[in-house]
């Protein structure tokens, strides 16, 4: 631990002087455990995240299909499902100001004439 950063920095600039395929191979060769750092295309390419649902393409009334992230962990008991991709955006807003903000029918006719909501 002494000498980190510069064991970091030398193992930097030898995997910035190749493409990610050469630096697996070579950790591959030398028996060293790695992994790749993916990015959000990665995931959602991997036919791994696919084949345990941790990516999935669910229907959507506006935007015809929709992909998100699945219910993670997968329990054995308890797997969890996406059933929907959540409310359209204001579905819910004139239940949240009447149900939880208490505002009558004429005070949201006020405001969706101002243009609030």
Same mark, same amino acid.
């Not at 050469?22 to 696919?50: F, M, T, W």
């Not at 993670?72 to 949240?96: I, N």
């Not at 009447?98 to 004429?106: N, V, Y």
């Given at each position: 631990?002494?000498?980190?950063?510069?064991?970091?920095?030398?193992?930097?600039?030898?995997?910035?002087?190749?493409?990610?395929?050469?630096?697996?191979?070579?950790?591959?060769?030398?028996?060293?455990?790695?992994?790749?750092?993916?990015?959000?295309?990665? =995931?959602?390419?991997?036919?791994?995240?696919?084949?345990?649902?941790?990516?999935?393409?669910?229907?959507?009334?506006?935007?015809?299909?929709?992909?998100?992230?699945?219910?993670?962990?997968?329990?054995?008991?308890?797997?969890?499902?996406?059933?929907?991709?959540?409310?359209?955006?204001?579905?819910?807003?004139?239940?949240?100001?009447?149900?939880?903000?208490?505002?009558?029918?004429?005070?949201?006719?006020?405001?969706?004439?101002?243009?609030? =909501?």
């Amino acid at each position: 631990l002494r000498r980190v950063d510069e064991l970091d920095a030398a193992i930097g600039a030898w995997a910035a002087r190749h493409s990610a395929a050469e630096v697996q191979r070579a950790l591959e060769a030398a028996e060293v455990p790695h992994g790749p750092i993916y990015s959000i295309k990665d =995931i959602a390419e991997d036919p791994q995240y696919q084949a345990r649902d941790m990516i999935l393409r669910v229907p959507h009334s506006h935007f015809g299909e929709v992909v998100m992230p699945g219910v993670l962990p997968v329990l054995s008991d308890t797997p969890g499902k996406v059933r929907w991709p959540g409310p359209a955006l204001g579905e819910h807003t004139e239940a949240v100001l009447r149900d939880d903000l208490g505002l009558d029918a004429a005070a949201i006719a006020r405001l969706q004439a101002a243009g609030v =909501i």
